[in-house]
Each structure stands twice: as C-alpha cells, then as structure tokens.
C-alpha cells in the first residue's frame, strides 16, 4: 500500500483528479489516498491557501497528485502553486510533449521532455514599485540552481535512455544570469559524453520548436522559458487537456497536469482528465508500478486514437464521465 497525498485542487480540478483516482485504483496497484484541500476556498478555515496539514501530509507520504489551483491575477493571495514548489524545494518541472495517434495537431513525430528550472529566475517573486511610474522585478539564478537543473535533465537523460540535451537561454543579452545557466550547461555536459548536448537561443528555439519539434528530446531551460514553451509544445501535441507533468525535488515528488483550473468550463463535465491521467501514470513509474502505468497508458491513448469517446478539446462530444468510463473499460 502506497501512501499517496491527493490535492484535488479548484476549476475542474477535482473532476479530472476523480478520474485520475478512480484509473490508478483501476491497475490494481493499492494506493492510500490522503485528500487535502488547498487554494482560495480554504482561506476562511485556514486562513491561507496553503494550510499546514498540507504540507505536512506531502512531507510524510513524499509524493502527490495535484489538480490545478486557481492563482487570483494582480491581487489576494500569491500562488500556491509556486509556494509549494518552494517549500519542498522542488526544483524540476518535468514536461513531456508527445504526440498519440488520434490527437489532432499538425505534427506527428513529437517525443520531447520539457525539464524547467522551478524555484528561481523572476518567479523568486522580488517585485516592487520605484516610486508610483517604475515597476521592478529581480531576476535571480544562483550557480547551485543551475547546477542541479541541468544536472537532473542529464541525469533523466540516461534514466530515460534519451540522446540529447538542449540547454535554452538568452545568454547573449543577459550575460550574468541566463550567462551562468549557459556555463553550468556547459561544464556538466562534459560529465555525460554519452548524452549530445548543445544549446540555443530561446527565440531560435521557439521557431525551431513550430519548424522541427520532432529533431529535439530532452530541453532544459529557466523557469520563465519553461513556463512559456512547454506551453508551446503542449499546443504541438494537441493542448493543455493532454500534457502531464511533475515536480521533483530531492526528497518529494508532486505529480500535476500543465493546464490550469480552466475556470470557462469547470463544474461542466467538459474537461479532458487525460493531462491528469497522464501525471497519474508518470506517479505509478515513480513508485516503480511500470506494468501498471504502461497499462493505463496503453487504455488512455487506445480511447484517443479510436476517437468515438473523447472530448471536446480533441474534437469530440465526450463528458469527463464518459470518456474516463471508456478508459476505464478499455483498462
Ligand atoms: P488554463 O490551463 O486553466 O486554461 C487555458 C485554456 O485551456 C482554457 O480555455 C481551458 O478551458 C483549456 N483547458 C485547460 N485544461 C483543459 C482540460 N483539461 N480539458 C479541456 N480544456 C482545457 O489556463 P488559464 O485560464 O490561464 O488559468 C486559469 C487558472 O489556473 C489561473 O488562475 C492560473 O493561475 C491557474 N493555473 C494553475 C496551474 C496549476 O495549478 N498548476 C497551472 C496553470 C494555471
């Protein structure tokens, strides 16, 4: 029995984390989910979004499955998902863009894993005003940041028997910051002869990414870049309803979709789980249930690429309900 935190989180959130429970229940593997609630609707009970039973229960069980959380713009509270990500430390994002047979996008030879830096760069949240008309925010890298991201991408690298790392960065206009990602890249890359490594220029990459997405494996990148293209590369693959992902830090793995809380269509049975399903396979690897994970990945996509149960992000008229049922059937 594996003890595992659940944070079904906000939106449709709790929707997609069902279907996610009831799939990984499904492979028979024994889970014992610990159910936490975080985000805006807890803050009168709490009085944060972010309580410490929360915490507390990831500490001791060490891995989660998380459904997104609404992060309000401008005002109120700071995002908890970021406060998560620094509280345990958990330095890698790790985004797999991959395309399955039936997903509609205009590629279909992409198999590429986003590896963003988590904890540093302009998301160190060090803003402020300079008077009432100048607005500042700190960009901050420090060399053990570096160090460990592109380790880790080297490291997952070998573990995944993938060929390449690509190191993504501004290094010709910001020389200290993006500078230093660059050299850490660099160095490190010299302790893997196995693994081809180059790099390139975030812009470059963004239009080598519409013009090749299938020439690149493993990217590593700072935590801005990373926001941005592994949203990119989620729209190569057929969209936020079907990229999972995961954050790992050295003694906690929290597993969660890219998408957001998709507030336009939560609480309507709408939402594709299968960005959710995914992270929840990727959890099962994690705790070294590979049969099972390859199982629910195999009854995932056999639903997708028969295209009769799917939603309507995939260009269906599938419930939530209906299309997990399938899955469910198909496992
Ligand atoms: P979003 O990812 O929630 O939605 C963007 C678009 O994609 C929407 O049209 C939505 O309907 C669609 N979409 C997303 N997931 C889908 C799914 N599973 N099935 C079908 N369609 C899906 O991004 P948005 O609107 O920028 O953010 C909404 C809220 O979520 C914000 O408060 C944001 O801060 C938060 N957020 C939370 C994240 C997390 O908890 N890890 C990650 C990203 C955003």
């Known amino acids: 029995m594996y003890p595992v935190t659940l944070i079904p989180g906000d939106g449709i959130g709790p929707e997609v984390a069902l279907a996610t429970q009831r799939l990984v229940d499904a492979t028979g593997v ?36 998380k459904g997104p959380i609404t992060t309000p713009v401008g005002v109120g509270f700071r995002s908890v998902n970021v ?8 330095y890698a994002n ?4 991959k395309v399955y047979p039936g997903i509609p996008t205009r590629y279909t030879d992409i198999d590429l894993v986003i590896v963003r830096e988590n904890t540093e760069d302009l998301y160190a949240g060090v803003e402020y005003m300079v008077g009432d008309d100048v607005a500042q925010s700190i960009k901050i890298f420090t060399r053990k940041g570096c160090e460990r991201i592109v380790r880790f991408a080297f490291q997952y690298a070998l573990r995944e028997g993938r060929r390449r790392v690509t190191a993504v960065h501004k290094a010709n206009i910001m020389k200290c910051t993006d500078g230093m990602f660059l050299e850490t890249a660099r160095g490190l890359a010299k302790d893997y002869p196995d693994i081809e490594f180059d790099d390139m220029i975030v812009d470059a990459m963004c239009m080598r990414l519409v013009q090749a997405p299938e020439e690149y494996d493993v990217l590593v990148m700072p935590n801005l870049y990373g926001d941005i ?3 990119l590369c989620a729209g190569l ?8 992902g995961a954050n790992f830090g050295h003694n906690y793995a929290v597993f969660e979709a890219v998408h957001g809380s998709a507030p336009d269509i939560a609480g309507q049975n709408k939402a594709n789980p299968t960005a959710m399903m995914l992270s929840g396979m990727h959890l099962l690897k994690h705790l070294d249930e590979a049969t099972a994970a390859q199982r629910m990945e195999r009854a995932i996509t056999a639903v997708i ?3 009769q149960t799917v939603t309507g992000d995939l260009g269906g008229t599938a419930s939530t309900e209906a299309f997990t049922e399938a899955v469910l059937a198909k496992l």
Do not use: C, F
Request: glycine residues 12%; hydrophobic residues 40%; charged residues 25%.
């Open 237 to 244: 693959v057929g969209g936020l309803g079907v990229v999972p």
């Open 83 to 90: 406060a998560l990500r620094k509280e345990l430390d958990l």
């Open 30 to 65: 024994r889970i014992q989910w610990d159910v936490q609630e975080a985000g805006g609707g807890v803050i009168k009970e709490h009085g944060t979004p972010l309580p410490d039973s929360v915490l507390t229960s990831i500490r001791k069980n060490r891995v989660a499955l």
């Open 229 to 231: 293209i592994s949203d």
């Open 94 to 97: 790790v985004r797999p863009a």
């Open 305 to 307: 690429a028969e295209g």
